[in-house]
């Protein structure tokens, strides 16, 4: 069974930032993508950020690009995401989840693994 672990979540001013990780418990991460997606309450789970397994492509939303930045470390298979400049919009459980395949994907359906996720709440 592979444990996934977000961290790092919080209350923030906006215009701060925050940084997410994520572990995994197994390393059979490091093969495959990960992604960052978030919910805010009273909506559906939505797609913030993915990587590859190398690295090498990346992919955001448009409500975050230029903003966050999502990383990995191909060794331990953790994954980071640093939100700068957080809006009130940012507020929601971000989840970390490992992809089925390799290749970054948008498509939650590609995701086999998720963690229980970690609240951010973005105050004025």
């Known amino acids: 069974q592979v444990q996934v672990t977000e961290s790092g979540g919080g209350l923030e001013q906006a215009g701060n930032s925050l940084r997410l990780s994520c572990t995994v418990s197994?390393?059979?991460?490091?093969?495959?993508?990960m992604g960052w997606f978030r919910q805010a309450p009273g909506k559906e789970r939505e797609f913030v950020a993915t990587?590859?397994?190398?690295?090498?492509?990346?992919y955001y939303s448009d409500t975050v690009k230029d903003r966050f930045t999502i990383s990995r470390d191909r060794y331990s298979g953790a994954a980071f995401l640093q939100m700068n400049n957080l809006r009130l919009e940012d507020t929601g459980v971000y989840y970390c989840?490992?992809?089925?395949?390799?290749?970054?994907?948008?498509?939650?359906?590609?995701?086999?693994?998720w963690g229980q996720g970690t609240q951010v709440t973005v105050t004025s």
């Open positions: 989840a490992v992809a089925r395949s390799a290749a970054a994907t948008t498509q939650r359906n590609q995701y086999q693994y």
């Open positions: 197994k390393r059979t991460s490091t093969n495959n993508a």
């Open positions: 990587i590859s397994w190398n690295g090498g492509t990346t």
